[in-house]
């Protein structure tokens, strides 16, 4: 598949990447719910374990390529490392920080993106994706509500791993013009459990008989939420997909009050609708965009 052909969906894009966050928001309830009482290296490395079966299956069976053979295997592996610090370091913070600064301080990351894919990828950044991140980023000031200021490491930990998330997420766009989504799954996974499993004579617990169901249904909900997301990224630039991952955030007070009953605040209310408002001013430029196109294209 060819970079203009991937160009020229966007649309495509933002549907496929806004049920990914989906996907990731109840990823995250599961991991709170699951962090209670298993270590994060435990529960990244079953979560991954799911992965790499269930895409290892898939690979052999359409016969795609070896990653081994890829020009960005090297990508792949550093692309593999970011996650892992991401991951690590959000989950350990959220021990530490409440939701409000945790979510405030993650979401750091889609205007990292918009930048990254400036310096990295030299993709052109128009007035309606600038201000569609930077609303959507208001919104989830304000949804979050921060009474307070975090403690200074878990804070430093959270924006730290907001930059590896946007880091990988450029390196998921560069990837995906030559490798599938699917060998990049089952390669960044692979090389993703691995590194939990040095940790293990120190965390592991054997899981009862929820903490397996919950672990199993953790897998199944990253890959489906990776592939979807991957695939976004094949068809849309990774500045015009950054401010749909403040649409998690929707999502992520939805489970919540469908798992644990909160009632969410009018201030989130407030910052859920300026995040639709940037949601459809995102959507809106890239359709005009799409018809500008159009019409520029020879018959």
């Keep these: 598949m060819n970079s203009e052909k991937v160009e020229s969906r966007p649309l495509a894009g933002i549907a496929l990447a806004c049920a990914g966050y989906a996907c990731f928001a109840m990823q995250d309830a599961l991991v709170k719910w699951l962090v209670a009482d298993y270590e994060v290296p435990e529960i990244l490395f079953m979560r991954s374990l799911v992965i790499v079966v269930v895409t290892g299956v898939l690979v052999h069976y359409r016969r795609h390529p070896s990653i ?8 792949v592996v550093l692309r593999a490392m970011l ?3 991401a991951w690590l370091l959000f989950y350990n913070a959220a021990r530490y920080l409440g939701l409000a600064e945790l979510t405030t301080l993650y979401f750091s990351a889609p205007i990292i993106v918009m930048f990254l894919s400036i310096l990295v990828l030299k993709e052109a950044i128009g007035t309606g994706r600038w201000i569609a991140c930077i609303g959507g980023f208001i919104g989830v000031a304000i949804a979050a509500n921060p009474t307070h200021s975090p403690n200074l490491v878990p804070a430093v930990m959270c924006l730290i791993a907001g930059f590896c998330w946007a880091w990988s997420t450029i390196l998921i766009r560069l990837v995906s013009r030559s490798e599938t989504t699917l060998t990049q799954m089952f390669a960044t996974s692979l090389l993703f459990g691995i590194a939990c499993t040095l940790s293990f004579p120190w965390i ?9 169901a919950l672990m199993i249904g953790l897998g199944l909900v990253s890959t489906l939420g990776q592939f979807l997301l991957y695939e976004g990224f094949r068809y849309a630039p990774a500045s015009a997909l950054a401010p749909v991952e403040y649409s998690g955030l929707i999502w992520a007070f939805v489970y919540g009050y469908a798992i644990w009953a909160e ?8 910052g859920a609708l300026i995040i639709i408002a940037s949601s459809l001013v995102l959507v809106a430029w890239e359709r005009q965009g799409v018809l500008v196109r159009k019409k520029r294209a020879p018959c």
Excluded: A, H
């Design 263 to 270: 009632v969410p605040e009018i201030n989130v209310f407030v």
């Design 204 to 212: 592991w617990k054997t899981p009862d008989v929820i903490g397996w």
């Design 68 to 75: 081994l053979k890829s020009p960005y295997r090297g990508t």
């Design 83 to 85: 996650m892992l610090i």
